[in-house]
């Protein structure tokens, strides 16, 4: 009999836990930006000034470090029902490339298409949030293989 692909990606599940991660890594960093608020007390701004606000501004430079923590903890469940299988950056990798564009898609519709009280225009989403927007996204894509380094670590 032949050995299973372990570089198959299972849609189904890269789906369900992306969509576990990104809800659960935007209500942590959006109460995080929120308790800074609380914290230093910080004057309100107007919504279309939201992203130059103080407590914003400091929030933000935590935010690649809190999607670090949460993507790669989906990755793990992601991963978690193959224990017994070698886990593979080509797959990794594979779970990245689906994630990525799919959290491009939401962050677009949800945070400057769709006018809330944390959206932003696309100036102030794609410039004003430089390099810490990109370095979400590169979180999000390479998070998956994170987990497979360190469970290649851990196993040495």
Request: charged share 10%; no cysteine.
């Amino acid at each position: 009999m032949a050995s299973p692909n372990t570089s198959a990606l299972n849609i189904k599940r890269a789906l369900w836990t992306f969509l576990a991660s990104y809800a659960a890594v935007t209500v942590v960093a959006t109460a995080f930006s929120f308790l800074i608020i609380a914290i230093t007390h910080a004057p309100t701004v107007p919504e279309s000034q939201a992203v130059h606000s103080h407590a914003y501004v400091l929030s933000e430079r935590y935010q690649p470090l809190i999607n670090l923590a949460f993507w790669t903890l989906f990755a793990a469940l992601y991963f978690k029902p193959r224990s017994s299988q070698r886990r593979t950056y080509r797959e990794a990798f594979k779970l990245g490339a689906v994630w990525l564009p799919i959290a491009l898609v939401i962050d677009l519709v949800f945070f400057v298409l769709i006018k809330n009280r944390i959206s932003l225009s696309p100036h102030d989403f794609y410039i004003g949030q430089m390099p810490w927007i990109y370095l979400i996204y590169v979180t999000v894509f390479t998070s998956p293989a994170l987990y497979v380094l360190m469970q290649k670590a851990g196993r040495k």
